[in-house]
């Protein structure tokens, strides 16, 4: 190399992503009517709190972004309507939107928080304490009364 700039080779083989994730040549908007484009994510996890930030630019949270818990799992969905005004050229995604993230504990859905600040969803969920597992022991109890005149068989 010389000049110091960066050589950008390409693979005889294209990466899956770079087939599904965006639309075949030849075939605009073209895409399987159940999917739903993926958002980035990025979590984090500090002092017990799980943080998500969601990638959702141009959204407008009151009407295109929902958040569920489902158990452990935290899903985001959003929708992205298209302009009418024509356009010469366009690289904006639209349609829906829908991720999930697994978290490692069933999610308190009373403690969630989430906002929507410059394109991104910042979603935290305060995690429970891990519950510590002791060894105990459990007492069993007599059903019943003992044969009379006799030691239990």
């Known amino acids: 190399m010389t000049g110091g700039k960066v050589e950008r080779r390409h ?39 799980y943080v998500l930030r969601v990638e959702l630019p141009g959204m407008d949270p009151d009407d295109d972004i929902s958040i569920t818990v489902d158990d452990n799992l935290l899903t985001v969905n959003a929708e992205h309507g298209e302009t009418k005004e024509d356009k010469e050229h366009s690289e904006f995604r639209y349609g829906s939107f829908r991720r999930t993230v697994r978290l490692p504990a069933t999610i308190p859905a009373d403690d969630v928080e989430a906002s929507y600040a410059d394109g991104i969803l910042t979603v935290r969920v305060p995690m429970p304490d891990e519950q510590t597992t002791a060894v105990r022991t459990i007492p069993v109890k007599r059903i019943g009364k003992p044969s009379e005149g006799g030691a239990a068989p």
């Open 11 to 49: 693979s005889l083989f294209p990466d899956f992503n770079d087939w599904f994730n965006r639309e075949f040549p030849g075939l605009p908007g073209w895409r399987p009517a159940t999917a739903a484009h993926s958002i980035p994510v990025e979590v984090t996890n500090s002092g017990g709190v």
